[in-house]
T-cell receptor
Framework: DGGITQSPKYLFRKEGQNVTLSCEQN?????MYWYRQDPGQGLRLIYY???????QKGDIAEGYSVSREKKESFPLTVTSAQKNPTAFYLC????????????FGPGTRLTVL | ELKVEQNPLFLSMQEGKNYTIYCNYS?????LYWYRQDPGKSLESLFV?????AVKQEGRLMASLDTKARLSTLHITAAVHDLSATYFC?????????????FGKGTKLSVKP
């Protein structure tokens, strides 16, 4: 079955730790995205990538980093520089960049202890 | 800067009633998306509206786009309990980060018997 997978589903982080969230898609989509969702809020773009080995900052990139070494994978690292990382993180992909409909993965809920 | 506002943010409806969710956006965008999110789950794509006057319908939901008024609506006909969810609209931001969808805060719909 084609789709987007994210792991883990739940993640707990201690203060000062870096953690990496996984996002994999087998839809053969070129573009991939990371969003953050806070309670009662819409989604905000962290990073996006339109092709392998290229990515761009979104509106709230500070404290996050990404890589895009393979078309199907777009991991997100939440660094210790992100002061308020507790949130629901959603990965998305689209077939052809910004003009294609974005399809979302199941999400990772990150909690800082 | 593109901003997207939805109203109402909370909507409690009785089964069988009709209602409309409004999505206003502040600057030019001709690509408007509607998504559904169930509690703790990911976003499901409902509609993509690509031009002025576009209207799309799926079951009890109908979405429309008026680019001149910078307004999209999601109309619910004869609501049923299964429609209870949070509905987000998102407009494509041509002026910002490429591929940046700007989301509204969502409308939490509760359909009661």
């Amino acid at each position: 079955d084609g789709g987007i997978t994210q792991s883990p589903k739940y993640l707990f982080r201690k203060e000062g730790q870096n953690v990496t969230l996984s996002c994999e898609q087998n839809l053969n989509h070129d573009a991939m995205y990371w969003y953050r969702q806070d309670p009662g809020q819409g989604l905000r773009l962290i990073y996006y990538s339109q092709i392998v080995n290229d990515f761009q900052k979104g509106d709230i990139a500070e404290g996050y980093s990404v890589s895009r070494e393979k078309k199907e994978s777009f991991p997100l690292t939440v660094t210790s520089a992100q002061k308020n990382p507790t949130a629901f993180y959603l990965c998305a992909s689209s077939i052809s960049g910004p003009l294609g409909t974005q399809y979302f993965g199941p999400g990772t809920r990150l909690t800082v202890l | 800067e593109l901003k997207v506002e939805q109203n109402p943010l909370f909507l409690s409806m009785q089964e069988g009633k009709n209602y409309t969710i409004y999505c206003n956006y502040s600057t030019t965008s001709d690509r408007l998306y509607w998504y559904r999110q169930d509690p703790g789950k990911s976003l499901e794509s409902l509609f993509v509206l690509l031009s002025n006057g576009a209207v799309k319908q799926e079951g009890r939901l109908m979405a429309s786009l008026d680019t001149k008024a910078r307004l999209s609506t999601l109309h619910i006909t004869a609501a049923v309990h299964d429609l209870s969810a949070t509905y987000f609209c998102a407009a494509l931001n041509y002026g910002g980060s490429q591929g940046n969808l700007i989301f509204g805060k969502g409308t939490k719909l509760s359909v009661k018997p």
